[in-house]
């Protein structure tokens, strides 16, 4: 019996999700360095949460984009890798009593609650680290874009991008954030590394500022990274503790500032409906933006 | 009335260092990204930290060496910014309630006593982050030389280096360390950023592995790391607190285990003093050596 055409298409962006996912554990694997015997306990620590079934959303993309422009999975892996280890590290931090203070992250306990406070705070401090060497030490791409890499990953990365975000977030929660505020923070706290992962996929296959597929990768992942945040905040007051691995209904809780502070949940859907038609046309011209498009359509669907 | 020899080298060091600090808190303003005005506070927190009257020991060693190989100031500043950033995120981090829970540092409030957990620790990795920002965007050295600096700076404070010290620190806390683990853990946790000096002041001065004077400044900078790490033990042990701007009897009331814990303090003065010979001689046959041996001497009678 033959899939229908839609249901085919996202059996295949799934296969192809889950072979980058693959891919690119496989470069995480090569971009640790062994435990030390002295302190095998910080390396345990960040592979617990390095290696905990996440989306791989950001090496996703990176690595679509690379291969929409021409390039090699070679060349972008360590870039995927880095931002991996970036998004991982912010995670652990991000748990941390001081910060939200959550005991549960994909239906685990926070490495925190496994490995204690101090040890979770420096795999962090390790994994970010690390990170910069991973993304430096790329050799399938001159030094150049090596060092334009590592530039990019620093600001997306840092104060005017996505620990911006943290602080805005932790400041909101002693006040009402207005919509252009919770935007602001949003793009900063999530959307600055899923336009990071945009920025290296391009970088990797050669395609600077200069070309106009440049623009069109950036517009396509900043309307993603919105989308990936409505969809989060839907998720957080709609969906299953068990489905998503995390405790549903927290924002609420935590009297936090989100989209649905600021429209009803269909308005939330159609806008995210709007964000994503937007994120597929600004791509579609582009010859092989097929599995770019069906990510697009896959993050605005997810139960999770 | 002539002053003797040995004083008026003392202040001729002391001059160096403190042209060198300005020197350095010049770039550091520079490498600072202004501050959001949605977050100021981000900004302020780390500049609270950065601009405290540090010792500034690290760039002073960066840029002595980079002068004594024929180096331009130029070309070595920004690698002395982005030590001084990385040194000064682990002392944010070191000093959190879960780490060392200290109150005081250079005689003021630690950074998250003035501005809360959540913003110290955002600081901290902002400050980490936009270090390597800053020695990947050293235009006066070419691509392949920043390049090698952001390695070696990934390499030296992170999870192998500065930050597998903080890990043995806080291990340490659980147990007596021998005397080889103790050295294991001073070795990365201070004496990695004093060698990581070293080697970015050679990088900037265009001399590599390859040059015999490489391993000299190498050799120069562990003698000195652990001279630094010895005299701190000494003045927790016997300094006074208002002249060292810390609690002092710190490490005994905490039960940590120092090189006090292995020999007595005479004995560890004439180790100090065979290193400091010993980091003199390495660097000594070197034209234009004079300034990093003066350093060496001063770090050793240093009362704070």
Redesign the interface.
Known sequence: MKKDGFVSKMQDIKDIIAEIARMTEAELEKSL?AP?P??P???ES?RYSLFSAGKRIRPVIAVLVCRMLGGSDEAVLPFAAALEMVHCYSLI?DD?P??DDDDLRRGRPTNHRMF????A??A???L???A??VA??NREVG??R??KA??L???R????GM??G???D??AENGSPGYR?MI?MHSRKTGALIRLAAELGAIAAGVGEDDPRYASVIEYSNCVGLVFQIVDDLLDAEGDSVETGKNTGQDEKDGKTTFLSFMDPDSARQYADELTSKAVASVRGIPGSGPLCELAEMLLKRKK
């Open positions: 360095p030390d002295d302190y306990v910080l390396c960040e931090h941390l001081c910060m204690g406070e101090a040890i705070l420096l962090g401090d390790a970010l680290t690390q910069f060497a430096a030490g030094p150049d090596a060092l590592v530039s990953l620093s600001e990365s840092g104060g005017a620990v911006g943290q602080v805005m932790k400041l505020t602001g």
